[in-house]
């Protein structure tokens, strides 16, 4: 059970809330609407989010900082990738410069996309989240599902049904027993304004919250990564990869050209035997990367960046 004390958090510091989603699920539109600037959706952010982005702004008198973060469904990089890179680049940004702390997490979800919601990738991504935070941190957590305008109204009552028992039993059960808020963004930026107000009035609250990652952090004396959850909830993704892409190389082996077809003169021949040693390449490398980036998860780096994860929520 994570530890709380009855200091008051301070309104005078900046409130620093991280955007997180599925690529497309609004996140540049939402951070455009809150803050007044407008933000260029694919340069940096959705849909094609490389790195992260933050933007700050002032509301009811205090400064929001809004990240927004690399969807974890992007096929080119795994999450050990965009961990490292997210805190690269807060580190960059001197964001834990004066030891500021995270005060929560808005995920959007496209109404559209809830059939999705139980397929693997968000399965993993929550379970992700989950071994970072820890249940006593759900409460400042706020999913609020995006692009209500492309639902018929007569459909909306229905949806909200189906909202509410995937709530309860579905891949958001955990946050909903725990006390995150659910609710709708339609688009606009009163919306936007409600949904970061209820980040903030649960930051002001006067319980402290330790995320599941700080506490193992303060009992890890191992030093290794994979001692913690998040740790090994990461190496199990890099096996279960490793173990999908030597599958799919043993598949394109067998499917291998006939050899005499590399010393004809047949273009079609020519050209399946160059798809075939692109594709055979390609495997290769993902397989070498993957690899080597299970290697780092106990050495020196890996403690590093979970440390850094660790102070982030104070």
């Given at each position: 059970?994570?530890?709380?004390?009855?200091?008051?958090?301070?309104?005078?510091?900046?409130?620093?809330?991280?955007?997180?989603?599925?690529?497309?699920?609004?996140?540049?539109?939402?951070?455009?609407?809150?803050?007044?600037h407008?933000?260029?959706?694919?340069?940096?952010l959705?849909?094609?989010?490389q790195?992260?982005?933050?933007?700050?702004?002032?509301?009811?008198?205090?400064q929001?900082?809004?990240?927004?973060?690399?969807?974890?469904?992007?096929?080119?990089?795994?999450?050990?990738?965009?961990?490292?890179?997210?805190?690269?680049?807060?580190?960059?940004?001197?964001?834990?410069?004066d030891?500021?702390?995270?005060?929560?997490?808005?995920?959007l979800?496209?109404?559209?996309e809830?059939?999705?919601?139980?397929?693997?990738?968000?399965?993993?991504r929550?379970?992700?989240?989950?071994?970072?935070l820890?249940?006593?941190?759900?409460?400042?957590?706020v999913?609020?599902?995006?692009?209500?305008?492309?639902?018929?109204?007569?459909?909306?009552?229905?949806?909200?049904?189906?909202?509410g028992?995937?709530?309860?039993?579905g891949?958001?059960?955990?946050f909903?027993?725990?006390?995150?808020?659910?609710?709708?963004?339609?688009?606009?930026?009163?919306?936007?304004?409600t949904?970061?107000?209820?980040?903030?009035?649960?930051?002001?609250?006067?319980?402290?919250?330790?995320?599941?990652?700080?506490n193992?952090?303060?009992?890890?004396?191992?030093?290794?990564?994979?001692?913690?959850?998040?740790?090994?909830?990461?190496?199990?993704?890099?096996?279960?990869?490793?173990?999908?892409?030597?599958?799919?190389?043993?598949?394109?082996?067998?499917?291998?050209?006939?050899e005499?077809?590399?010393?004809?003169?047949?273009?079609?021949?020519?050209?399946?035997?160059?798809?075939?040693?692109?594709?055979?390449q390609?495997?290769?490398?993902r397989?070498?990367?993957?690899?080597?980036?299970?290697?780092?998860?106990?050495?020196?780096?890996?403690?590093r960046?979970?440390?850094?994860?660790?102070?982030?929520?104070?």
């Amino acid at each position: 059970m994570a530890a709380h004390t009855s200091a008051r958090r301070s309104p005078s510091r900046p409130l620093m809330v991280v955007i997180a989603g599925m690529t497309g699920a609004g996140k540049t539109t939402f951070a455009s609407l809150a803050s007044g600037h407008p933000l260029e959706i694919g340069h940096g952010l959705d849909p094609c989010t490389q790195d992260p982005q933050a933007v700050r702004f002032v509301m009811d008198g205090r400064q929001i900082i809004l990240i927004d973060t690399p969807g974890f469904d992007d096929t080119n990089r795994n999450d050990v990738e965009i961990l490292e890179d997210i805190a690269k680049w807060m580190t960059k940004e001197g964001l834990l410069r004066d030891q500021q702390p995270l005060d929560g997490f808005i995920f959007l979800h496209p109404i559209h996309e809830l059939g999705r919601l139980d397929s693997g990738m968000e399965k993993k991504r929550t379970r992700l989240i989950q071994k970072i935070l820890g249940k006593d941190a759900y409460k400042r957590v706020v999913i609020a599902t995006t692009m209500w305008g492309s639902i018929a109204k007569e459909y909306h009552g229905l949806i909200e049904e189906s909202l509410g028992f995937r709530k309860d039993q579905g891949v958001w059960g955990d946050f909903h027993r725990g006390g995150a808020i659910f609710t709708q963004h339609h688009n606009t930026k009163e919306s936007a304004d409600t949904i970061i107000r209820l980040i903030m009035e649960r930051s002001n609250e006067a319980e402290k919250v330790e995320t599941l990652l700080q506490n193992e952090l303060a009992g890890n004396r191992s030093g290794r990564f994979t001692d913690t959850s998040v740790g090994q909830e990461l190496r199990t993704h890099l096996e279960d990869e490793i173990g999908t892409i030597m599958d799919q190389l043993l598949k394109h082996r067998l499917e291998r050209p006939p050899e005499s077809w590399r010393k004809t003169w047949e273009p079609e021949h020519r050209r399946k035997c160059k798809e075939w040693d692109e594709e055979a390449q390609h495997l290769t490398r993902r397989l070498e990367q993957r690899e080597a980036q299970l290697k780092i998860l106990n050495n020196s780096f890996g403690f590093r960046l979970l440390q850094f994860w660790g102070k982030l929520w104070r």
